[in-house]
């Protein structure tokens, strides 16, 4: 039985989708089992950033409503046979599934895949219900502003209510210097007022934008710091006890991690 | 959202339509209160209001009503409209103080005059979820910014108050709010909204809470050290 993981954050464009895109790219590099599923049904977009739109014949919509099987909608990955992504409906909207329907859909997915990454849409209406349900795990993604932590917070209680109690962050798009120079919320005030274990920090990094356009995750690229930071929260997932890498010339930047990591 | 926050202590839960006005609401519950009887002797009562946003007026007359019942407490009331729960004596087990009258709307300006129970909201408070109290309310945890806290009573944090927090709601001018790091940017004393200068003062160091009160003083809401409280 696999595990079900919701990538999530309230806010939009703080990189929900390029952290599913990565984060299960960097999994099947691992050669782990995993599942792509695009819930955000009317505005997909996993697709693209996966370099698989060409593929697509059925999606997520055509199998809750059983006019197709769920291996048939399943598209294979490119680059890795382990990787399989469950595309959004681009012509429905949120209303189309019910979480009743998605929490079968998961289970079932789960049950051939070691790990199930959703991609939940923006917002907190029925799309959000649709996107946690079935979820084990929950990784809250947010950037260092403070409109993105208000809404990180608001989709954490909300994932409490949902029984999804112990989320993890993933703080996305921090860019060392500027924190440095004080332009920017540092690491800890993030901590501070969200309180929920870390997963991850990716550092701002233009190759992800570069690569994102390429359908082709930075996780994958060798010497991307942002695809470094990737392959590492792929791992914390599957539960190994990774440090924290310094971006370089950033001394002060890992002491105040390792302190935060209690390491 | 299809599931809310489960209640607690597993009493009964009274579901009341969210689209009824007031008053039609509060003859359900009494009609379900009466339909379960003996079932709700000595329970643990949650009412699920599904996404209506009570006032505090009109939480304190549901109480009231299932305080007419013997034995029966109402424990918990669900908000689905915030995501979160306001509860209701959480601390405070023994029924509330017998005839204990609602404040004034005109308070004093000395100590809150508010006797009824405390409720202690253990968890931190996230940004949507409200709780509202016929009482004084404790919270062990943050309130962060967009989460509201609104009692009767004083309203006291044990940890950073970030959000809105409402103290003396029925108009209480006694009643103070108080927080180990005060970084809201507005708090309201009865009727009185006491803002944060503009470019307001850097949050605190976290490492060194600076404890601090809030209270109406001359018309106008000050904020104090609490050194030296009572």
């Known amino acids: 039985m696999g595990l079900a993981v919701v990538v999530t954050s309230g806010k939009g464009g703080v990189g929900k989708t390029t952290t599913c895109a990565n984060v299960g790219a960097a ?85 051939s895949f070691e790990y199930v990454l959703v991609d939940c849409p923006a917002g907190i209406e029925q799309g959000f219900a649709n996107a946690v349900a079935g979820a084990d795990q929950a990784i809250v993604v947010t950037t260092p502003e403070v409109a993105a932590v208000r809404d990180a917070d608001r989709i954490i209680g909300l994932l409490e209510a949902e029984g999804l109690t112990e989320p993890r962050l993933l703080l996305n798009r921090l860019r060392p210097q500027m924190v440095r120079r004080g332009d920017m919320m540092e690491i800890e005030d993030v901590l501070d007022i969200l309180a929920i274990p870390l997963i991850g920090v990716v550092p701002e990094d233009e190759s992800v934008i570069v690569t994102t356009n390429r359908g082709e995750p930075a996780a994958l690229v060798r010497d991307s710091r942002a695809g470094q930071a990737y392959r590492d929260v792929a791992r914390r997932l599957m539960g190994e006890d990774v440090p924290v890498r310094a971006a370089e010339g950033e001394a002060s930047f890992l002491g105040r991690l390792r302190r935060l990591w209690g390491t | 959202m299809e599931q809310r926050a489960l209640p607690r202590g597993g009493g009964p839960v009274v579901r009341l339509g969210e689209d009824e006005d007031f008053h039609r609401l509060c003859e359900r519950l009494e009609a379900e209160l009466a339909r379960l009887g003996p079932e709700v002797q000595g329970a643990a009562v949650t009412l699920d209001v599904g996404a209506r946003l009570l ?132 708090v309201r004393i009865g009727r009185h909204i006491g803002r944060a200068p503009d470019g ?31």
């Open chain 1, 27 to 111: 999994l099947a590099a691992g050669g782990r089992s995993v599942a792509l599923v695009d819930a955000d049904i009317g505005l997909r977009n996993l697709d693209l950033v996966m370099g698989l739109e060409n593929r697509i014949v059925y999606d997520l919509v055509d199998v809750v409503r059983g006019q197709a099987k769920l291996r048939q909608a399943l598209i294979r990955d490119k680059r890795f046979p382990n990787l399989q992504l469950l595309p959004a409906a681009q012509t429905k909207d949120k209303t189309a599934v019910t979480p009743a329907e998605m929490r079968e859909l998961v289970a079932e997915l789960k049950a």
């Open chain 2, 55 to 186: 006032s505090t007026r009109e939480l304190l007359e549901l109480e009231a009503i299932v305080n007419r019942y013997a034995g029966v407490r109402l424990v918990q009331v669900i908000d689905s409209s915030g995501g979160g729960a306001a509860e209701a004596g959480g601390a405070a087990d023994a029924p509330s103080t017998g005839g204990a009258a609602l404040p004034e709307g005109r308070g004093s300006a000395r100590r809150s005059t508010w006797a009824g129970p405390a409720e202690l909201v253990r968890r931190t408070l996230r940004s949507g979820q409200r709780v509202v109290s016929s009482g004084h309310v404790v919270v062990l945890g943050d309130v962060n910014s967009g989460a509201e806290v609104v009692a009767a009573g004083d309203v006291v944090v044990i940890g950073a108050l970030r959000g809105t927090a409402h103290a003396g709601a029925l108009g209480d001018e006694g009643a103070v709010v108080a927080a180990l790091r005060l970084e809201a940017g507005q």
């Open chain 2, 200 to 230: 307001a003062r850097p949050p605190a160091d976290p490492g060194r809470p600076r404890p601090e009160v809030a209270r109406v003083k001359d018309g106008g809401i000050v904020i104090e050290s609490a050194r030296g409280e009572a």
